[in-house]
DNA sequence: TATATAGGCAACTAATTGGTTGCCTGTCAA
DNA sequence: TTGACAGGCAACCAATTAGTTGCCTATATA
């Protein structure tokens, strides 16, 4: 569960989606998620072993399906212990202060 | 400064690396970057220019030198509106994922 | 059992990336 | 004015990556 595993899965657009498929609906079958992205079968499953190696994916087989259940710890972990040090000070307010006054959302 | 640069830009160790350079020390030029990373002058140089490219960095000319500034805007923006989204239901996805992951599992 | 379904593995191609070397421009200072 | 110094530009190379196609195994079900 390298940092560096971490920043280079969030680097692709196709795997940041399927983060946000999952996090839409959680614990989604390979086929399920390849008819939300277009893309062979194959293509996403390479893309979900990146993620899986990365930890922001786990898996539980039920029979021959393969649900994925996204997990967000590498991502807290890489909000605090990196992104927080630049975040410091000024900035950080604004961003609460933002956050605030667009009141609680998921987007 | 798309959402996407960023990332990419942060996937590279010898970025961050970069960042971290101008945390501790902001304004450095070119060169004196250059002596901290084990790379040639043209090799920093097109970090930097992925880095200026995802807004991370900004520059000022002096003469002939050019000071180079972290700029920590785009990292609290994905803080606050992408990472911020995965963090919010962590205690409970952690929950959730604990729960569906118990029992029979052949892994 | 036979067949359709869910997924895994491997080879291959095309594009991107990380890094190099070589040369050029602009600026400062003796 | 002349040389040294800071940096930019472009070509090039090796390694990685994104995506494909083809074939394989395992499980569920008619």
């Known amino acids: 569960m390298s940092m560096d ?15 946000d498929n999952l996090h839409a609906r959680n614990g989604q079958t390979l086929n399920a998620l390849c008819k939300e ?18 930890n922001l994916v786990v898996t539980r087989r039920r029979g021959r399906e393969k649900e994925h259940y996204l997990n967000p710890a590498p ?20 961003a609460d202060l933002k ?3 667009e009141g609680p959302s998921d987007e």
Chains 1, 2 share one sequence.
Request: hydrophobic fraction near 50%.
């Open 75 to 94: 991502i807290a972990e890489i909000a605090d212990r990196w992104i927080g040090k630049f975040e410091q000070g000024r900035l950080r307010a604004l």
């Open 5 to 19: 595993a971490v920043f280079k899965a969030l680097a692709d657009p196709t795997r940041r989606q399927l983060l």
């Open 37 to 54: 992205m277009g893309m062979t079968r194959q293509g996403v499953s390479k893309h979900l072993a990146i993620l899986e190696e990365a």
């Open 99 to 101: 956050k605030r006054l």
